[in-house]
């Protein structure tokens, strides 16, 4: 049994790494190659912002969310101050969207960490700062930005993922979406994943001991 389940934590930790490398993956390339509407000035749009809410849906998210945005930042060569506050915009962004259990309010929190921490990083490292009318008036653009990419990508990704059984059972998703809010279901995820497979793993007499009635 000891094996079993020293295999199965194995199992369970190579796939989390795996889900979370690829979401920071698709977050990284969506923003590279949207690069010049992504980066930098108060109308930056980033549609890999959608990926937020998958922190909605599963744990994997939050480290692969961080993870792209640092990846993306670096790469698309973004001032120091944007590299750090905007990846954890992003971390904090995830681990509030991952406690709520109504999608419409998870989709608040990236608009609001990234506008109240990355928009004056924007406004003062790229746009050469400026008034505090001038700030307010590009935090407002950024946010909408924001909440356009979290809600019009987000949303659709979140609704797709929930009413697809095969991408379900293939990332572990263990929650329905029903009117925006979370519902639990019956197909075990994270660690329900692995306590359900160590009831189902039978165990082996292969370390030697005999039941006393058979000899």
């Excluded at 977050?27 to 912002?49: D, H, I, K, N």
């Excluded at 590299?83 to 971390?91: S, V």
């Excluded at 359900?196 to 082996?204: K, L, Y």
């Amino acid at each position: 049994m000891k094996k079993n389940n020293t295999g199965a934590v194995l199992r369970n930790n190579i796939r989390f790494i795996t889900v979370s490398a690829v979401i920071a993956a698709i977050y990284a390339a969506l923003t590279l190659l949207l690069q010049p509407v992504a980066y930098f000035g108060a109308a930056q749009c980033r549609l890999s912002e959608g990926l937020t809410l998958l922190a909605f849906l599963m744990p994997e998210a939050k480290p692969g969310l961080a993870v792209g945005c640092l990846a993306a930042n670096i790469l698309g060569g973004g001032a120091l101050p944007d590299i750090i506050l905007g990846t954890l915009a992003t971390l904090a962004a995830a681990a509030c969207s991952a406690r709520v259990k109504n999608m419409w309010v998870s989709g608040i929190f990236p608009v609001l960490f990234n506008t109240v921490l990355v928009s004056p990083v924007i406004v003062y490292c790229y746009m050469g700062g400026g008034t505090l009318s001038a700030y307010l008036g590009y935090a407002g653009v950024f946010a909408l930005c924001e909440a356009a990419s979290v809600y019009a990508v987000g949303v659709p990704l979140v609704l797709l993922l929930c009413r697809s059984g095969a991408l379900k059972r293939a990332l572990h998703i263990n929650i329905t979406v029903k009117r925006g809010r979370k519902q639990p279901n019956n197909l075990p995820s994270g660690t329900n994943a692995l306590k359900a497979e160590e009831r189902e793993t039978p165990s082996s007499p292969s370390d030697g001991s005999f039941d006393s009635k058979g000899e």
